[in-house]
């Protein structure tokens, strides 16, 4: 079977949901942390952390490897850390997320408390001057790019300061060994290159791991508002089945009346109520008679019809031609379908993106057998750039044009092709992409048919 018609999109420009914003040519936007993503108690616990261990440390270098420690220098640096953290810990502010000011200042503080720590013990000779790079790693991953350079470069800096001025590294008996000037340097460079590195990995990672979780949120939302309308739907024919028998009612009483009462104003009245009645039953029976209507019968469609569902909006356009085709294997019933809205969107979404793209004709072809059933959208334009299949269904990959250009006037974020792309995997389906061998774009979902199929 095959339905033919031409393509007509109305869709809202900058809904996120209503295409499938997805790319041909590349490009994501950037998405970065506007502010700190972290509790002034947070901070205050891993300073307290910090306390501990640097305290723990001198006792041991001190009582169980007897090396000789400058005890007044180092319990005035960890007490003022101690001293901070009590006054941090009392103030109510705790309780609340770090304005990017606070977070850098704490950890500006910690970089600069560790620094006279190590300048007091040895500067880089001292092992413990790799410490330097976990505030730092810490800003990269919760602070906005510009904040993480400042804590950065002052690591960096008190780093090098540590590689030509500090204190005897404490050593049993004396004098301490004195490291030559190129092995310093080599330390310092290796701590340096340490920050510079974890720091950037873990603000790759932040940042990747940031816009995934809002190209989630976007797809939750979406989701959200597809089960609103359907839900909407059942709603109407629940109200037309409740609402029918007074609306009968009032009917019969008013045509009872408008016939007793005397020509004049009460009997006008009476008319006029009957054929108001009449009017609210023909729109409560058309509500009843939406398809999304809930229920046993409107839950379930045939292949057939959500394809026919999938194409029907776009009959009326004269640009492009779309082309529906349903094919099984011989032998093989065609399944009925449960009516989910989130295939319906995902689907909705792939011929809105294709129609963007397509020059002529866009088919999309329904495939079953006794295993599976397989729905393809393939349009006749440029198709995908080969630098960018691989990145297909990641968030923020688009190259839609703008409104002026678009035939749909939708002007997406990149986010259209990684929504479908998680809502038809929610329910089941493989998602497959590719070029033609003749040219255009292709995709292709495809489930297992228990997983789609609405039995009888």
């Known amino acids: 079977m095959s339905l033919t018609g031409n393509i007509a999109v109305g869709t809202e420009a900058g809904d996120l949901g209503g295409g499938a914003d997805w790319s041909r040519t590349g490009g994501a936007p950037g998405v970065g942390a506007g502010r700190a993503r ?24 001190a009582y169980v490897l007897h090396f000789p420690v400058p005890w007044f220098g180092c319990l005035v640096v960890i007490g003022v850390s101690a001293a901070l ?139 959200a508002r597809e089960q609103r309308l359907s839900a909407l739907g059942a709603l109407a024919a629940a109200a037309a089945h409740e609402l029918g028998t007074p609306l009968a009612t009032i009917s019969i009483v008013a045509r009872e009346m408008a016939r007793e009462a005397p020509e004049g104003p009460m009997r006008a009245d009476a008319l006029l109520l009957v054929s108001q009645a009449q009017r609210c039953r023909d729109i409560l029976r058309r509500l009843a008679e939406t398809p999304e209507a809930a229920d046993a019968v409107h839950e379930r469609l045939s292949l057939v019809q959500f394809v026919r569902e999938l194409v029907e909006p776009y009959k009326d356009s004269g640009e492009v031609r779309v082309e529906a085709l349903v094919s099984g294997a011989p032998g093989v019933e065609p399944p009925d379908l449960w009516r989910r809205p989130e295939v319906l969107h995902a689907m909705t979404s792939l011929i809105e993106n294709a129609f963007d793209f397509a020059r002529a004709e866009i088919l999309v072809t329904a495939r079953f057998d ?42 997406g974020m990149g986010l259209g092709f990684f929504i479908a792309k998680t809502l038809l995997e929610r329910t089941g389906a493989t998602v497959e992409f590719a070029n033609g061998r003749r040219g255009g774009a292709m995709v292709a979902a495809r489930w297992p048919r228990a997983r789609i199929e609405a039995p009888l």
Do not use: K
């Open 38 to 61: 972290l509790r002034p108690r947070t901070l205050v616990n891993l300073r307290w952390v910090g306390v501990a261990g640097q305290a723990f440390t001198l006792f041991m270098v």
């Open 85 to 223: 953290n009590l006054m941090l810990t009392l103030t109510p502010s705790a309780r609340l997320v770090a304005g990017r000011f606070t977070a850098v200042l704490q950890l500006g503080f910690d970089i600069i408390q560790l620094a006279a720590l190590l300048w007091l013990t040895g500067g880089v000779a001292n092992p413990f001057s790799l410490m330097l790079i976990a505030p730092v790693t810490l800003g990269a991953a919760t602070l906005p790019s510009r904040d993480t350079l400042i804590l950065g470069g002052v690591a960096v800096g008190l780093c090098l300061l540590l590689t030509v001025s500090f204190l005897p590294l404490p050593w049993r008996g004396s004098p301490s060994p004195a490291l030559p000037e190129g092995y310093r340097f080599a330390v310092a460079s290796a701590v340096v290159i340490g920050i510079l590195f974890t720091a950037g990995y873990a603000r790759q990672a932040a940042s990747e791991s940031q816009r995934m979780e809002l190209a989630l949120n976007v797809t939750e939302t979406v989701l």
């Open 370 to 411: 006794a295993e599976t059933v397989a729905v393809e959208v393939r349009d006749d334009g440029p198709g995908f750039a080969p630098e960018v299949l691989a990145r297909l269904g990641e968030p923020y990959v688009t190259s839609r044009p703008g409104a002026e250009g678009s035939r749909t006037g939708h002007v």
